[in-house]
């Protein structure tokens, strides 16, 4: 599972070792990642790291979340890991546009005994979230979704997010390219205005973490 590092500093080698040394995927993981990487080909880098996918797990467990909500699920090994994390009686509302990529998700979450945590919602992430109550009732969110749509997605949470909740957004570091002066495709542009918009929001805590392709976790006061 470590042939290919999302983060482009570890080697196979480095990342092997590193998730061997934290909590390790189980069975179930495991066979997730492997039907990802078959199923859907040069997609499965969208599939969160095996160690991200254990941050994530334990962040929600020792934050005490019950109400969490995912924008981008993919073949649902994070939203797997997010509802492992929350209590029995923790609910965590999946968005995403793709019923092939979730069929998959929903075996697997089958599978794993968290089914019963998870909604679904086929719809753009954006139209789902905005439709959702403006009161503060989330106590998590994890974004992986279009990246042109990050601070639309930012400013639809930060209203509905209990204070204190935290946000997880992915891919802040794009295969490192926020940092190359070179790059000015669109999805490296669009993450450098996020980046810079969290940085500079007085309502919130966050820190940039080196983790995979870049997490930033945020914190609103």
């Given at each position: 599972m470590?042939?290919?590092?999302k983060?482009?500093?570890?080697s196979?080698?480095l ?5 061997a ?5 189980d069975?179930v993981q ?6 990802t990487?078959r199923?859907t080909g040069?997609?499965?880098?969208m ?11 334990l ?5 005490g979340?019950r ?7 993919f073949?649902?090994?994070s ?7 929350l209590?029995?009686?923790g609910?965590?509302?999946?968005c995403d546009?793709s019923?092939?990529?979730t069929?998959v998700?929903r075996?697997?979450?089958e ?6 945590k998870i909604?679904?919602?086929?719809a ?6 905005r439709?959702l109550?403006?009161?503060?009732s989330l106590?998590?969110?994890f974004v992986?979704?279009v ?5 639309d997605y ?5 209203p509905?997010m209990?204070?204190g909740?935290l946000m997880l957004?992915?891919?802040?570091l794009w295969q490192l390219?926020?940092?190359d002066p ?6 490296t ?9 969290v940085a500079g ?7 940039l973490?080196p983790i995979?392709?870049?997490l930033t ?5």
């Open positions: 470590s042939d290919a590092p983060d482009p500093r570890l196979a080698e990342h092997e070792y590193l998730v040394h934290g909590t390790p995927p069975a495991r066979d997730l990642i492997e039907e990487r199923a040069g997609f499965a880098l599939q969160v790291a095996p160690e991200q996918g254990a941050f994530l797990e962040l929600t467990r020792i934050s979340a109400r969490a909500i995912e924008l981008g699920t073949t649902g090994y939203a797997l890991c997010i509802a492992r994390g209590p029995e009686d609910k965590l509302l999946c546009v019923q092939e990529w069929d998700a075996r697997y979450w599978r794993a005994g968290v089914a019963h909604e679904l919602k086929l753009p992430a954006l139209a789902t979230l439709a109550p403006q009161e503060p106590d998590l969110a992986d979704a990246k042109s749509e990050y601070i930012y400013e639809a949470l930060l509905r209990r204070p909740g957004i992915d891919n802040v390219r926020v940092v070179t790059a000015t495709d669109e999805h542009v669009a993450i450098r205005r996020f980046n810079d918009h929001d007085p309502r919130v805590e966050c820190v973490l995979s392709d870049g976790l945020i914190r609103k006061k």
